[in-house]
């Protein structure tokens, strides 16, 4: 099972990014995904999580700012985050929580950076 996640870049204060993460291999199927994020010095922090079943979670700096969704296969996680500030930039990391032939694991992507500048 792999993750491959996409999207990241540099931005201003204020705009836009969307980042994906896609699901590929052997997969019976999928619970939860979300995105994470670290600061280099710091701790990996949740951002927001999604279920299969549609459920979402966000963390409180970016709440009301960013979307998580899921392509209708439910293999693809997006995170549309919206009014970004310098305070997001970070490596963000996809997360699946994911039933391959006989187990049930988490699997992290590699990490996309997102930089905002002032």
């Known amino acids: 099972v792999q993750l491959q996640a996409s999207g990241g870049g540099s931005v201003q204060r204020g705009e836009s990014l969307t980042l994906s993460c896609a699901a590929s291999?052997?997969?019976?199927?999928?619970?939860?995904m979300g995105w994470f994020r670290q600061d280099p010095g710091k701790q990996r922090e949740l951002v927001a999580t999604?279920?299969?079943?549609?459920?979402?979670k966000y963390a409180g700096p970016v709440e009301g700012r960013f979307t998580i969704s899921r392509d209708s296969a439910g293999n693809t996680v997006y995170l549309r985050m919206n009014s970004l500030k310098p305070e997001d930039t970070a490596v963000y990391y996809c997360?699946?929580?994911?039933?391959?032939?006989?187990?049930?694991?988490?699997?992290w992507g590699k990490g996309t950076l997102v930089t905002v500048s002032s």
């Open positions: 997360n699946a929580n994911i039933w391959s032939a006989l187990t049930l694991m988490d699997y």
């Open positions: 291999g052997v997969i019976v199927a999928i619970n939860s």
């Open positions: 999604i279920t299969s079943a549609g459920v979402t």
